[in-house]
T-cell receptor
């Protein structure tokens, strides 16, 4: 069992839909990251969380430290949101990554 | 602008050749990392360096080598001993503040290496 589990593995949505991607982890962490990887490979760091909730535009990330769970929400999804979303947890300066969730938003 | 630069974005090499991937950061971070990503798999740690002139093996270091002669640079060499070098390579860095390593990792854009 991976230390970081993401669900779903693949997600297809219609433009405008509200999207949730989940991340559960089984190790102690100091921070959790949500990354976005577009086709072609470039990775963008979306959020770094250690507690609570963060919002950036249409993206919202939450974390529950007690339950070892985080969610990434996308409101009013758009085809340009199509990408792989990766959850990573870090502790003592090293990160462990989930396998990613491939999101496809259709117009 | 501060950040991490990896070049080139795409790299092609013939089998049997060594190839060096560049990673430069101007964030004044002490720690730097190299990860590898294979299709359908998560990122795995190859090497990391906490300070200049020091580096440690990660989970999959075989067939790779690194150097850390300067704080801002952490090049990764994929040697001919690496049996499956075709992959996406991601560099990251994190600060060391007041003697304490922090967990905020900043990621470069990555290099996609294809060995023909």
């Amino acid at each position: 069992k991976n230390e970081v589990e993401q669900s779903p593995q693949n997600l297809t949505a219609q433009e405008g839909e509200f999207i949730t991607i989940n991340c559960s982890y089984s190790v102690g962490i100091s921070a959790l990251h949500w990354l976005q990887q577009h086709p072609g490979g470039g990775i963008v760091s979306l959020f770094m969380l250690s507690s609570g909730k963060k919002k950036h535009g249409r993206l919202i990330a939450t974390i529950n430290i007690q339950e070892k769970h985080s969610s990434l929400h996308i409101t009013a999804s758009h085809p340009r949101d199509s990408a792989v979303y990766i959850c990573a947890v870090s502790n003592a300066g090293k990160s462990t990554f989930g396998d990613g969730t491939t999101l496809t938003v259709k117009p | 602008d501060g950040g991490i630069t990896q070049s080139p974005k795409y790299l092609f090499r013939k089998e049997g050749q060594n190839v060096t991937l560049s990673c430069e950061q101007n964030l004044n971070h002490d720690a730097m990392y190299w990860y590898r990503q294979d299709p359908g798999q998560g990122l795995r740690l190859i090497y990391y360096s906490q300070i200049v002139n020091d580096f440690q093996k990660g989970d999959i270091a075989e067939g790779y080598s690194v150097s850390r002669e300067k704080k801002e640079s952490f090049p990764l060499t994929v040697t001919s001993a690496q049996k499956n070098p075709t992959a996406f390579y991601l560099c990251a860095s994190s600060p060391w503040t007041s003697g304490k390593r922090t967990d905020t990792q900043y990621f470069g854009p990555g290099t996609r290496l294809t060995v023909l």
